[in-house]
């Protein structure tokens, strides 16, 4: 079994950062790709950034500039978010894909208001 802890979401103003950490944790074997996606009330699940295990990155366009995703460790990924928008108010999911299938975290909120 795979465990995915998410920390770091909030209430924050436009302009802000905020910091999203995920670990996972259990019988991993193999990372393929470690990612963020984020679900707004309303809208479908989204893919924000990934990283994969030869540190190659993607970005949706509306975060390229904004948002930085990394790996701290074999395990462990991190969002760095710049320039919060309101747009960008979500419950923000960690993804980790192995050759024995996907994985997602609980969900953190990430809420941008004035």
């Known amino acids: 079994q795979v465990q995915l802890v998410e920390s770091g979401g909030g209430l924050v103003q436009p302009g802000e950062s905020l910091r999203l950490s995920c670990a996972a944790s259990?019988?991993?074997?193999?990372?393929?790709?470690m990612g963020w996606y984020r679900q707004a009330q309303g809208k479908q699940r989204e893919l924000v950034a990934a990283?994969?295990?030869?540190?190659?990155t993607n970005y949706r366009d509306s975060v390229k500039g904004r948002f930085t995703i990394s790996r701290d460790n074999q395990n462990t990924v991190s969002l760095q978010m710049n320039s919060l928008k309101p747009e960008d108010t979500a419950v923000y999911y960690c993804?980790?894909?192995?050759?024995?299938?996907?994985?997602w975290g609980q969900g953190t909120q990430v809420t941008v208001s004035s």
């Open positions: 259990g019988r991993i074997f193999s990372i393929r790709a």
């Open positions: 993804n980790v894909e192995t050759p024995r299938g996907g994985y």
């Open positions: 990283i994969t295990s030869g540190s190659n």
